[in-house]
């Protein structure tokens, strides 16, 4: 970082404008990194430019850390530092299109739902990763034993997930004969617009019919396809950006400079003109979710699974080996990229090219493990879809096999030094129990194959799947993930 300082501090602009200006017209559930790297960055260019005065209201729901953010960034006037950073210079901004910031822990979970439901409020949005959905990945629907979920159909007035506060909130949008709202996903899921909106149903038709059918003919649910590398924050990456500023800012974040959002132009009370600062609205999203979710998260599922076990802590330090490199290459354009139906004129030749770039990016201390979690979550639309046009075509799969075994020999909880893995997952313990049972074989594959949430019906009655898998676990059991990788690429060479 110390290259980038002379022109990091040149100038750092400031916002020519207050709180006063915006007003609270989107209340976004989810104030992580990415969220505050992606949309709420686009809405500060839109002000920079316009006169809009689109804000936004910031809710956290879960944990005491998340209110922290909250109050910091009260004490801040609600500005934050990003360092947008390229391989070779780093750029502050000083963001400022929030206009408010909400905790149920600060300021309860009534006045969260009636802000939900004010007037001003045209969009709900929300990033809380695909678990914040309480989908059952096998059915499509709302999973009815998730625990926040029982809570939610228990207590409505104080929901605790996302989907329980977006309801609560309809519901008085109903109940006061209010304008409908636009419900906007930025998660990383497949159709997260539909993803959404089934959910939202699946809690309103459980609670109140009539509120079901209003909801249906009235709220819209726009997909949307966001794209932008934001590592986790660090103590290192908070250290490093006051170096570069000159002041201490608890809310500063990092991120890659390029960024990408395709959204579906499906609004119900108006919405901001994004597309005047590089975002497009289009009338199906589908294409471009499936080529990022498949070639982009894909891609990254496999590196971080097969780099943390080959002892890489970041995604940067993965492309640093010419067998990963090639791995992943040949895995985006030989795998991922013929199940995709893209527009006409589309280069994904180049997009892998630029992906490649952007992993290699050091600047970025993109982890491995943070990449890692909550797999069983992101397998089925990172990998497991693809598995499964594979199947059907009869074509090569190799590399998707061999990142499905990566993630369940990582779920094993121990590296190949012995050394505990810290896995975050909603599954964590049925996988603990599985390897409690088999200990390290590939007796665990079959079992795994077998969770119905994460895999379905079918893949576990494919043995061509079955022994694909077992074959990849077994050597990486046998020589390592490096090697492992590194054997694969050599037999690709010689076909």
Same mark, same amino acid.
């Given at each position: ?16 404008? !207050? !709180? ?16 505050? %790297?992606? #949309? ?8 920079? #430019? ?48 929030? /206009?408010?910031?909400?905790? +149920? ?48 159909? @228990? ?6 997930? @996302?989907?329980?506060?977006?309801? %609560? ?98 609004? &119900?009370?108006?919405? +901001? ?18 080529? /990022? ?33 090639? &791995? ?31 992993? %290699? ?15 069983? #979550?992101?397998?089925? #639309? ?114």
């Amino acid at each position: 970082m110390e290259k980038n300082l002379v022109n990091a501090m040149i100038s750092v602009p400031l916002p020519d404008w !207050t !709180t006063e200006r915006l007003t609270a017209r989107i209340v976004h559930l989810g104030c992580g990194a990415f969220h505050r %790297a992606h #949309q709420v960055v686009y809405t500060h260019h839109l002000l920079e #430019q316009t006169d809009s005065d689109w804000g936004y209201c910031e809710v956290n729901l879960m944990s005491q850390q998340s209110a922290l953010l909250i109050e910091n960034l009260k004490k801040q006037s609600m500005r934050y530092t990003v360092a947008e950073q390229s391989q070779d210079v780093t750029t502050l901004k000083i963001i400022g299109s929030i /206009k408010e910031a909400m905790h +149920p822990l600060i300021d309860g979970a009534q006045a969260i739902i009636e802000k939900m439901a004010s007037p001003e409020v045209a969009i709900i949005s929300l990033t809380v990763t695909e678990k914040g959905y309480c989908i059952n990945a096998a059915t499509g629907h709302l999973d009815l034993n998730n625990p926040l979920i029982i809570h939610d159909l @228990a207590t409505p007035s104080s929901p605790r997930s @996302a989907i329980g506060y977006i309801t %609560a909130a309809l519901k008085l949008r109903f109940e006061r004969q209010r304008s409908p709202v636009t419900i906007l996903s930025c998660d990383n899921v497949r159709e997260n617009g539909h993803v959404a909106r089934q959910a939202v149903l699946d809690l309103a038709r459980l609670q109140d019919e009539t509120l079901a059918h209003w909801i249906e003919q009235r709220v819209t649910f726009p997909s949307t396809m966001v794209d932008r590398i934001v590592p986790a924050v660090t103590p290192e990456t908070l250290t490093e950006i006051a170096r570069l500023s000159g002041w201490k800012d608890p809310c500063a974040i990092a991120c890659e400079s390029f960024r990408q959002w395709v959204i579906e132009d499906n609004f &119900a009370n108006g919405r +901001p003109d994004w597309d005047r600062v590089g975002a497009q609205f289009v009338e199906d999203v589908t294409p471009f979710e499936m080529m /990022k979710l498949r070639m982009l998260n894909g891609a990254h599922s496999f590196l971080a699974y097969l780099g943390y076990l080959g002892g890489y802590v970041h995604i940067s330090d993965t492309m640093t080996n010419a067998d990963y490199r090639r &791995a992943v290459h040949t895995l985006m354009l030989n795998e991922q990229a013929p199940t995709l139906l893209m527009p006409e004129n589309t280069d994904l030749a180049t997009y892998v090219e630029n992906l490649l770039e952007r992993f %290699a990016n050091p600047s970025l201390k993109h982890q491995t493990w943070q990449i890692a979690m909550d797999g069983s #979550q992101k397998l089925p #639309q990172r990998l497991l879809d693809s598995t499964r046009w594979h199947i059907e075509k009869g074509s090569d799969y190799r590399y998707l096999a061999l990142g499905i075994a990566g993630w369940m020999r990582y779920v094993s909880g121990v590296d190949e030094q012995g050394q505990p893995i810290d896995v975050r997952d909603p599954l964590k313990e049925v996988f603990a129990a599985i390897y409690a049972k088999h200990g390290l074989s590939v007796a665990v594959v079959e079992e795994l194959l077998a969770i119905e949430s994460i895999f379905g019906e079918k893949l576990i009655k494919n043995r061509d799947v079955v022994d694909n898998v077992v074959r990849a676990y077994q050597r990486l059991l046998d020589v390592g993930a490096r090697q492992t990788v590194a054997i694969l690429c050599s037999q690709g060479e010689k076909q």
